[in-house]
């Protein structure tokens, strides 16, 4: 089965433009989560997805991010207006109900 | 507060030579553990996990990893190192297998030839 892909695989913004990630989820699955690393620091959760809704946001660090899961397939994470401190590394993982995250390769987001 | 500590930042190995990652939690209760590696340029890939049972869990590439309740600890171990081994290992815990991972800082693997 195809993995989780995100894309781009890297992005470099100036400060106070907009970036959208996508996250294509392994096929059937019903959990999509966003997990973010800072430089130097530890892997941060933002949010979880249950099909098209979400289930939990409590990472999300503000109001300029936006993420959305449309028909509970892909999803999306803008930032709005970027921020040097949004630099980092966007990962992606779904899993189905039985568990077992898969995750993606990665966006390395570069705000400059 | 739940919490994962990796004490080591960065470990340097010669190849060939054994390998412990020190992996310790903070938790209420025993969650769900994961050992995850992330070669350069690469995503994020399941080494393996404890969920219940047996607390020696063997993984892919030839890794285990030991739950220890009383020390709250879930080491990571192989017992040959190899070159291709040199990435980062992240230990995460959950409280159950659909609910967000909660990390440690990671560990870089420098291998030694």
């Known amino acids: 089965e195809a993995g989780v892909t995100q894309f781009p695989s890297h992005s470099v913004i100036e400060k106070g433009q907009t970036v959208t990630l996508r996250c294509d989820p392994i096929?059937?699955?019903?959990?999509l989560y966003w997990y973010r690393r800072v430089m130097g620091k530890e892997i941060k959760f933002l949010l979880h997805?249950?099909?098209?809704?979400?289930?939990?946001e409590s990472g999300m660090p503000n109001n300029r991010f936006l993420a959305e899961r449309t028909g509970g397939t892909y999803s999306t994470l803008k930032v709005q207006p970027a921020e040097l401190e949004d630099s980092g590394v966007y990962f992606c993982?779904?899993?189905?109900?039985?568990?077992?995250?898969?995750f993606g390769s990665g966006t390395r987001l570069t705000v400059v | 507060a739940q919490s994962v500590t990796q004490p080591d930042i960065h470990i340097t190995v010669s190849e060939g030579a054994s390998l412990e990652l020190r992996c310790n939690y903070s938790?209420?209760?025993?969650?769900?553990l994961f050992w995850y590696v992330q070669s350069p340029g690469q995503g994020l890939q399941l080494l393996l996990k404890?969920?219940?049972?047996d607390t020696l869990v063997q993984g892919i590439k030839g890794f285990e990893a030991e739950f220890k309740r009383s020390q709250s600890s879930f080491n990571l171990r192989k017992p040959s190192v190899h070159w291709s081994d040199a990435a980062e290992y992240f230990c995460?815990?959950?409280?159950?297998?659909?609910?967000?991972?909660?990390w440690g800082a990671g560990t870089k693997l420098i291998i030694k030839p």
């Open positions: 995460a815990v959950s409280p159950s297998s659909n609910y967000q991972l909660i």
């Open positions: 938790y209420g209760a025993t969650p769900y």
């Open positions: 404890y969920f219940s049972g």
């Open positions: 096929s059937g699955h019903d959990n």
């Open positions: 997805f249950v099909k098209e809704s979400k289930q939990d």
């Open positions: 993982a779904s899993s189905s109900s039985r568990g077992g995250y898969t």
